[in-house]
């Protein structure tokens, strides 16, 4: 069993910056693949960004490349997301979740979900 928290979220101008973290409690966690993914209203749930159990791989949304950047602290059992450049349509809640492998991207893979940290890009 694992339970996720999310924090981070908040109001940012459009280019600004913000940093998600989740942190896990139970186990396993270093053995788990972890993502963060986003829904805006009206619109289905979608991967941002994976990171895979040790963190030698990621993947990321094409949407978000370049601005976004997926990591981790297996000691601390905790998963960020650095968001550069923000704009309008990132906004969205972000949730982090867990998954059933060491890595994956695949949405029915992904076991265990957090509550949802809301961002909101607007001048």
């Known amino acids: 069993q694992v339970q996720l928290v999310e924090s981070g979220g908040g109001l940012v101008q459009p280019g600004g910056s913000l940093r998600l973290s989740c942190v896990a409690s139970?186990?396993?966690?270093?053995?788990?693949?972890m993502a963060w993914f986003r829904q805006a209203p009206g619109k289905e749930r979608g991967l941002v960004a994976a990171?895979?159990?040790?963190?030698?791989?990621?993947a990321y949304a094409d949407s978000v490349k370049g601005r976004f950047t997926i990591s981790r602290d297996n000691a601390k059992k905790s998963v960020y997301l650095q968001m550069n450049s923000l704009k309008p349509e990132d906004t969205a809640d972000y949730y982090c979740?867990?998954?059933?492998?060491?890595?994956?991207?695949?949405?029915?893979?992904?076991?265990?979900w957090g509550q949802g940290t809301q961002v909101t890009v607007s001048s």
């Open positions: 990171i895979s159990s040790i963190g030698g791989r990621t």
């Open positions: 979740a867990a998954a059933s492998t060491d890595w994956t991207t695949s949405f029915s893979r992904y076991d265990y």
């Open positions: 139970g186990r396993p966690f270093s053995s788990r693949g």
